[in-house]
C-alpha cells in the first residue's frame, strides 16, 4: 500500500478521470482540503498523504455537500486504488461535515479555489493557504498534537489570520471545552493575545 506522493496523486486522479469519463457519467467537480491538497499547491514540506478529502462538490459557484458519494464514484475509486495499490478509501468525503454547511464556511472560500483539471471528466479545485489555516486550526484543536498542528505551523498563519479562523472555529464548535483548548492551541502559537478576543 503506497502513501501518496505529489506524483502519484497526480497519476490516481487522471486515472479516476480516466475511469469516469469511460463510465458514461456525467463530469465531476469536486472541493478538496487537507493534505492532498497541501500537496497539490505545495503549500508545506510534506512529502505525502494518505488520502483525497473531498469536501464538497462545486456546482456553479457553490459548495454543495458531497456525502455521500455515488456508487459510481466509489466503484472508480476502487479500481483507482486496486490498479495504484493506493490506500483504502483513499478517495473519501471525511471533511464534508453537514455542520459546514450549517454554520458555514470561511467567508470567500469559493474565490480563493485553485481548479485543476484531471481529463475532460475530473476537476478538482483545491482550497487556498488561507483556508487551510482555518480547517487546520479547527482539527488541530479537535484532535490534539500531530500531524494538523504541524501543517498549521508550516502554513506561518498570521496574528490576523489565527484570530479569523479561530473565530470561525467557534462557530463550528461554541462549547466551552472547545474554546479552552482553542486558547490553549492559540498560545502554543505564540498568540496568547488573541485567546480574549475569540
Known amino acids: 500500500m503506497s502513501k501518496i506522493g505529489t506524483e502519484l496523486l497526480n497519476k490516481a486522479l487522471h486515472l479516476l478521470g480516466e475511469v469516469i469519463e469511460h463510465s458514461g457519467q456525467p463530469p465531476q467537480h469536486f472541493v478538496v482540503c487537507g493534505g492532498s491538497s497541501l500537496l497539490a499547491l505545495q503549500l508545506v514540506s510534506r512529502t505525502a498523504t494518505r488520502d483525497v478529502d473531498v469536501l ?3 456546482e456553479g459557484k457553490q459548495l454543495v455537500q458531497a456525502k455521500p458519494l455515488p456508487d459510481w464514484i466509489i466503484e472508480a475509486a476502487q479500481s483507482v486504488q486496486a490498479e495504484l495499490n493506493l490506500p483504502e478509501d483513499w ?14 464556511f470561511p467567508e ?12 475532460d471528466a475530473l476537476t478538482i479545485s483545491y482550497i487556498s493557504r488561507y483556508d487551510q489555516i482555518f480547517f487546520k486550526l ?10 494538523h498542528y504541524v501543517d498549521l505551523t508550516e502554513l ?25 483548548v482553542l486558547g490553549q492551541l492559540l498560545k502554543e502559537l505564540g ?8
Open 191 to 198: 498568540h496568547a493575545d488573541l485567546v480574549d478576543q475569540v
Open 138 to 147: 479547527y482539527a488541530a484543536a479537535d484532535t490534539g498534537p500531530g500531524r
Open 108 to 119: 470567500g472560500i469559493e474565490e480563493r479555489l485553485t481548479p485543476i483539471s484531471y481529463g
Open 91 to 104: 478517495f473519501n468525503t471525511g471533511p464534508a461535515d453537514d455542520s459546514f454547511f450549517r454554520w458555514g
Open 56 to 58: 464538497a462538490r462545486l
Open 156 to 180: 506561518k498563519p498570521t496574528g490576523e489570520e489565527l484570530l479569523a479562523a479561530a473565530r470561525w472555529t467557534r462557530r463550528q464548535d461554541p462549547s466551552e471545552g472547545f474554546l479552552f
